[in-house]
């Protein structure tokens, strides 16, 4: 069924959500990371590569990914474009199989349903590497592995708004060493970039994400699945209700994460806490801010399975179970007002697990959980 959904959306991808992706590699390979983010710059060099283009569509990673990127650009685009893809089916596949694994073989009727995935992959999105590297860094946590969890959290950065509350998370719990794991692996990151294009790449880049004026920045701000989205279907164009919805939702995240903080010695020690970590941060990260569209959903799969093969509540256990079909995510392609109901649906589902972050949440290691919805 995706590949059907998908055969319809792929070629809007070859001229949108892919082209920027490789024009920032293009760009890299040039070693132009001085003018890497200038609206100008890229422009010109989409339209050298796929000259139909009407208008910007902005790349706006950091110019670390960009570099990373690089071997995308040694390849002719329509190559490089079916590489990306395969590249990203075989992430997304392999946390399938992981998540076989450990939650037994139910678990790939979730994945399978879940919409943001294929989504992503279909309209050249990177949402299956995001998921990845959160699951790799939820695989190190559980193992103790503190450190190279918080680096390896640190790697998603390249859209850093989707887990701009994560440090936040390792200080109200206290988990110093995945903290100094995520700040040396994110100052890392930030040096390699100021190296590479140095302060006026950095000043640059700030500008194009300020940059009001690219309609592709931020296109149909009612199908995001954040407070944005939220309140564009309710039709409230005020920057302070945003503020105060997502100030109100950083309140109820600290207070779930505080009552639920480790009270071992050692806070890798203490069972059921970390998937609670990674449920409620992840929800929280996604709901209160821009930019947020279904794609970027892929990360929430892992916090959704964790949720349903736990011992959480009946209601987050329902909760997460109807954001894993394709009924939620199906709302959002109806447009305003109905796409409310995705926005909506993330939000529930952040309330109920953060309203039990008391209970002391368990995951099988195999079997389903016998009393999942």
């Excluded at 950065?157 to 701009?164: A, D, E, P, Q, S």
């Excluded at 719990?173 to 970039?193: D, E, H, Y």
Aim: charged share 10%; aromatic share 12%; hydrophobic share 55%.
């Amino acid at each position: 069924m995706w590949i059907v959904l998908g055969s319809e959306i792929v070629a809007g991808a070859r001229s949108h959500d892919f082209l920027n992706i490789y024009t920032g590699a293009s760009l890299a390979h040039e070693g132009r990371f001085a003018d890497l983010h200038e609206p100008s710059v890229q422009l010109a060099r989409e339209r050298r590569i796929f000259p139909q283009i009407p208008q910007l569509v902005p790349f706006v990673r950091p110019s670390f990914y960009a570099a990373a990127l690089v071997p995308l650009s040694l390849l002719p685009y329509d190559t490089a474009f079916a590489v990306w893809i395969a590249f990203q089916t075989s992430l997304l596949l392999g946390c399938w199989i992981w998540m076989w694994r450990r939650f037994g073989a139910d678990a790939l009727v979730f994945a399978a349903l879940y919409l943001p995935c294929a989504l992503g992959i279909a309209t050249g999105q990177d949402g299956a590497m995001m998921l990845a590297l959160l699951l790799i860094s939820f695989c190190l946590a559980e193992r103790g592995r503190w450190f190279r969890s918080g680096a390896v959290l640190a790697l998603m950065l390249v859209k850093f708004h989707l887990i701009l509350l994560w440090p936040l998370a390792l200080l109200i719990q206290k988990r110093w060493r995945m903290l100094a794991g995520f700040c040396t692996s994110a100052a890392a990151l930030v040096g390699v970039s100021a190296a590479l294009g140095g302060m006026r790449s950095l000043r640059a880049y700030l500008a194009l994400l300020q940059d009001k004026g690219l309609d592709r920045l931020s296109p149909s701000p009612e199908a995001m699945i954040s407070v944005q989205g939220l309140l564009s279907n309710l039709g409230i164009d005020q920057p302070a209700a945003a503020l105060l919805f997502s100030g109100v939702a950083v309140a109820v995240f600290f207070f779930a994460l505080r009552r639920s903080e480790p009270r071992s010695a050692d806070p890798g020690t203490t069972t059921g806490q970390i998937p609670r970590l990674f449920i409620v941060t992840a929800a929280a990260s996604l709901w209160i801010v821009p930019h947020v569209y279904g794609y970027d959903a892929s990360l929430l799969l892992l916090p959704l399975l964790l949720t349903i093969y736990s011992n959480a509540g009946r209601a987050s256990r329902i909760a997460a179970t109807f954001l894993c079909t394709p009924i939620a995510f199906g709302f959002a392609m109806a447009g305003r007002p109905w796409a409310i109901v995705l926005s909506l649906s993330v939000a529930v589902f952040f309330v109920l697990v953060a309203s039990e972050s008391s209970r002391r949440f368990q995951t099988p290691g195999g079997a389903p959980n016998p009393s999942m919805v």
